[in-house]
């Protein structure tokens, strides 16, 4: 019994067991399931999360044989999914020539980088992407997944923004005002040629507080060291606007420099710090300048007042601080009457309307010139003035006024222009002039409606005069000739010589062609008469080539080649007459004249 006791307990042990056993593995079964279907909805997450991404995904096994590729990579490609599944991704987004690159990118170096390479689609064409390689270990096996972004358009707006860096930069080393810009960290970020020049250094990466120990600031005296804050770029990046702030530069290679800074910050369009800009003005020598007449003004009065010149000092307020003796001489004010002044009152009414512009300019702080007439003494002289800006440790004081009367060099120019169109052996004028008298006259002849002519002249067998009597004889002939000719014609026409024996007589205000042969007739007339020479009386005569004229427009190359046409008709009929052509006509009428 006890046996039998035994052995039933122990069967009662076993059916326990066994139940506890089948429900664990129930249990572990149902464990199993749910994992399977959680792994399962895990990748169908995975892949609705990658089919909806904005970036191309291509996996590929460990053979680079794609085995994913989403609809991003599609619209990117243009494969399907279809079509690329198995191939290899080297031949069929990377292009030949950088296929031997894509080996290299694949190697475990650069898993987990992002690189930029160039792509191809299925059309051919190549395309700059953005990839990020990752390696996925499974097990015993491992496979590539590349999330890849076109950047076409990036690397375009990319490309843009630096050909407008480098205009501006090539920009800004053409001027000679030094710009200096700071990101919002403090980082020099420009640094242009005229800068670098003030400095004698190029841009280095210093924090704001080093900036004026570094490029050796100092204040408007040039012996006080600029404090950090003090710095105008550094003013600038805290967010203050400065103005034509003044300081100087020691460089370590070369004389001080006196400066003049303006800037301010800059922001984006949300409001924010993007960083600073200043712009350097060099201004040494006008400091200097400054500096010498201030320390030298009462030297300088004396001789001043002594000089044949203009000179003056005018407040910011537009009121003479100082005017010496010239002013009394050219304006009618004396020296000591127009200090306090306004400049209206030295100037006089007319005179301050006429140039009211150029003197809000001056009281702007701008250096302008100008010329104006005064009457002085017997006339009117031509003064050129110059206003300078007076600008003392940064501040505007007003301006210097510096006049120069010009008169003679200006007579002078007007001399030398008269001389440039006057023949010096008859008085008459040239070439030159001729060719100005005529167009002008085209165009009175154009607007009046009334004809015009045209003359050419020359002296008959002229060469023979040199030949025999000698060039001076030949000369005195010349300037008989042209004396006949001008008493000959009327008061409107114009007699030019235009080379050697060669006159040309421009009638205006012509009615008709016969007004012309007048004309003609009158200076062969005027050579009946012999010429008197060292040698003794001489018959000269001439031959006359008229061109008419009274349709327009009218070219002056067209009327030139009808009057040369028509003198040469008046010579082939034996010289000494005239013959008369009318523009457009056959040929010349038939001549006339006498002598």
Avoid at 447 to 467: A, E, P, S, T
Avoid at 516 to 523: E, H, R, S
Wanted: aromatic share 6%; glycine share 8%.
């Amino acid at each position: 019994n006890a046996l039998l006791s035994k052995l039933l307990a122990n069967e009662q042990g076993l059916r326990e067991l066994n139940a506890t056993l089948e429900t664990r593995v129930a249990e572990r079964t149902t464990e199993l399931h749910r994992a399977v279907e959680e792994t399962r909805k895990g990748e169908q997450r995975v892949k609705a999360i990658i089919d909806a991404a904005l970036d191309a995904f291509v996996g590929a096994d460990a053979q680079g044989r794609i085995t994913d590729w989403n609809p991003r990579a599609q619209e990117i490609f243009g494969w399907t999914r279809a079509e690329v599944l198995g191939r290899t991704i080297a031949e069929t987004i990377v292009p030949l020539r950088f296929r031997e690159a894509h080996e290299a990118a694949m190697r475990p170096g650069v898993v987990g980088k992002r690189i930029q390479l160039f792509a191809l689609r299925q059309g051919g064409e190549e395309f700059p992407v953005e990839m990020t390689i990752g390696l996925i270990n499974a097990c015993e096996t491992s496979f590539f997944g590349a999330f890849i972004q076109d950047i076409s358009v990036r690397k375009q707006i990319e490309d843009e923004l630096a050909r407008e860096r480098e205009l501006l930069d090539v920009v800004l080393d053409s001027i000679d005002v030094g710009v200096l810009v700071c990101s919002s960290a403090g980082e020099v970020t420009m640094f242009n040629r005229a800068a670098r020049e003030m400095h004698s250094l190029p841009s280095s990466r210093l924090a704001p507080e080093e900036w004026a120990a570094h490029y050796r600031l100092f204040a408007a005296d040039g012996q006080t060291p600029l404090e950090p804050e003090q710095v105008p770029l550094y003013r600038t990046l805290r967010g203050e606007t400065v103005d034509n702030i003044e300081m100087t530069v020691k460089p370590l290679a070369g004389a001080p420099r006196f400066l003049f800074a303006s800037g301010r910050a800059l922001h984006a369009r949300d409001g924010s710090s993007i960083g600073a800009v200043i712009a350097l003005k060099d201004v040494t020598a006008l400091k200097e300048s400054a500096r010498r007449l201030e320390a030298s003004e009462r030297s300088l009065r004396t001789i001043t007042n002594n000089l044949p010149a203009l000179i003056g000092h005018v407040d910011r307020d537009g009121r003479y601080l100082f005017a010496n003796a010239t002013y009394e001489t050219w304006l009618g004010v004396p020296a000591a009457s127009a200090v306090g002044l306004p400049i209206r009152e030295v100037m006089g009414e007319a005179l301050y309307r006429e140039h009211e512009p150029l003197l809000e300019r001056s009281l702007a702080g701008e250096t302008v010139r100008f010329e104006v007439a005064l009457p002085l003494g017997a006339g009117v002289r031509t003064v050129e003035i110059t206003r300078i800006p007076d600008i003392h440790e940064g501040q505007y004081k007003g301006f210097y006024v510096l006049g120069a009367d010009i008169s003679a060099a200006r007579l002078h120019e007007e001399a030398l222009a008269k001389l440039a169109r006057i023949d010096t052996l008859t008085g008459l004028p040239n070439r030159r002039a001729y060719l100005e008298h005529l167009a002008d006259a085209l165009q009175r002849a154009q607007r009046g409606g009334r004809g015009i002519g045209l003359m050419f002249l020359d002296v008959d067998h002229f060469k023979q005069v040199n030949d025999t009597l000698g060039h001076a004889a030949g000369d005195a002939v010349l300037h008989e000739f042209a004396q006949r000719v001008k008493e000959a014609v009327r008061v409107t026409d114009t007699v030019c010589r235009l080379a050697g024996d060669e006159f040309t007589v421009i009638l205006e205000g012509l009615q008709s062609p016969e007004e012309a042969a007048l004309v003609a007739a009158k200076i062969l007339k005027g050579f009946e008469r012999p010429f008197s020479l060292e040698q003794g009386e001489r018959t000269v005569s001439t031959s006359i080539g008229v061109a008419f004229a009274e349709a327009f427009p009218v070219e002056a190359c067209e009327l030139g080649a009808t009057a040369d046409k028509a003198l040469y008709a008046a010579k082939s009929r034996g010289r000494r007459q005239f013959a008369l052509a009318r523009l457009g006509d056959a040929g010349p009428a038939a001549s006339a004249g006498g002598g």
